[in-house]
């Protein structure tokens, strides 16, 4: 019995994540921006990661004027992917509620204060992405 390695392993995962994945990593950054804009985020943008990086598919990025409103929305999130038994890989920043972070691997969604936002320009630091705006 032949062993299948590298990019071959890689490429047949590939193929059986999407033919069992119901909701593949676009469907999952739309539903995540929409549940942002549930809880009143500003400027929610989904970036196509996937031809200038291979750490993720895509980001959502959206801003929210307070802290309380970031926790709103991060809360928001959790709770609606719990829901659907989607979970979170990892957490940051959920302390000081300035940046949260929620990685779901082919999706990471960013929750920052409108400040920090600006400060650290991702849509500027990844501007080879391509950016959808989300609209209520």
Known sequence: ???????????????????????????????IAGFTLEKKAEQTIIMDMRAVTTITDYFVICSADSEAQVKAITDHISDQLKKQQINIWHTEGYESL??????????VVHIFRPEIRSFYNLEGLWGD???????A
């Open 98 to 107: 300035n940046w949260v972070l929620l990685d779901l691997v082919d999706v």
């Open 1 to 31: 019995m032949q062993l299948i390695k590298g990019s071959a392993l890689r490429f047949l995962l590939m193929i059986i994540k999407e033919a069992f994945d119901i909701l593949n990593s676009e469907k999952l950054a739309r539903l």
């Open 129 to 135: 992405a391509e950016i959808s705006t989300v609209e």
